[in-house]
């Protein structure tokens, strides 16, 4: 009778339950994570406005006293000199290509660190959907060796088999017991792993039917760390042409100077001379780092162009082993049921019925294996080929 009202139950609650792109939607509108992530745009924003802004003017303010040696008497005077930073034609444009390159750069990191959240988020659930399912397994499988304990009890009282038989059966029945309660702890763990990494402050309920599948087929190689370590290079490359400029600020000066007998009135610029400090370092710096920045993109594609080539290898491979796994089991479950009945008629032995069962049991879980192993290539894949960009 609690069976009976158990199965609506769940059936209900799996009317509720969201599906995979339902729970990453949500996610990725409410991760408290992905919120400060984005606050990286608004920062650099601010910072290119560093980049391009003007230095501040200069204000002097003195005050003077005459005095005459004759008669003692003084006056006062004063002078006023306003100094204004100008920047020279050319670092303009170079601080404005810097200022987007820096821009730029903070959109691309922004992009990576959400395709990585849900790269993540994906490969957690296929984790916990794993464990759902040799959750699911290990009561079938519960509930087999019960079926062949209730069996051995029959025939060990109607004195067919020996109590030590019956003994044994009991004790798988245990074991597949313990076996269950271990995965359900395991999954319980996984499942909340998952939720604490989504950023959720609710605790929704989660289907694990899932699949995950090629969001485009033969898609060339754009992972997002290729886009951030272009936007690195060209970052480099505008802050190197920067650093090219040997001069980047004169100083305009007016003065106004107030005597007792006379006014004086002053315009002039200061030109720093580049002498001492003509800014090779700087400059040969900038370029290495722009140097450094290509080969590192260089080495980050080339290396990832091959994880995408054996993913797509090991997709097909791990498919074809689907099949061929699937039809095992379909054999192995034939050969369960003729064992049982042959059981049930005392004329196939307890350990050899046991033995069948394991071994449709492994399979299974082995099946379960090669499905997560695709689906983390599938990610894999879509991932490098850029399916997880914004």
Known sequence: MKKRLLLPFLATLSLYAQDFEQFK?????????????????EQSKEQSKI??????????????????????ASDNGFRIELTQPLRLWGVDSDRDALSQAQLTSAKEKVKLTR????????????????????????????????????????????????????????????RAKNNLDTLTVAKTDAHYKLLAFAGL??????????????????APLSAPELAVLQSRQK???????????????????????????QAIYRVGMNIPLVVF?????????????????????????????FTLNKTVR???????????????INAQNELLLMYEDGYKIANINLVELQLIKNQMIRTQEKLIDINTKKENNIIEYNYLTGAYNE
Do not use: C, H
């Open 235 to 261: 970052e480099a490359s505008a802050n190197a042409a920067l650093s090219a400029n040997k001069l980047e600020w004169l100083e305009m000066r007016a003065e106004y100077e107030k005597e007792p007998d």
């Open 277 to 305: 400090n003509a800014k090779q370092e700087e400059k040969k710096i900038a370029k290495l780092q722009a140097q450094t920045q290509q080969l590192l993109f260089e080495q980050t594609r080339t290396a990832q162009n």
């Open 25 to 41: 939607e949500e996610a990725l509108s409410k991760s408290p994570y992905l919120k400060a992530n984005a606050m990286r745009i």
């Open 51 to 72: 980049t391009t802004r003007y230095k501040n003017p200069t204000l002097a303010l003195e005050a003077s006293q005459f005095e005459q040696d004759a008669s003692n």
């Open 201 to 218: 402050q609710t605790e929704p309920e989660l289907e694990s039917n899932y699949t995950f599948k090629l969001k485009t087929e033969n």
């Open 115 to 174: 395709a990585a959240f849900i790269k993540v988020l994906s490969l957690k659930y296929v984790a916990y959907k794993r464990l759902v399912k040799r959750e699911t397994l290990a009561a079938q499988e519960l509930q087999i060796a019960q079926k062949i304990a209730e069996i051995s009890k029959a025939r060990f009282e109607s004195g067919t088999i020996a109590r030590v038989k019956y003994l044994q059966a009991t004790l798988d029945v245990k």
């Open 314 to 328: 090991l997709i097909d491979k791990l498919s074809a082993l689907q099949k061929s796994t699937q039809a095992l």
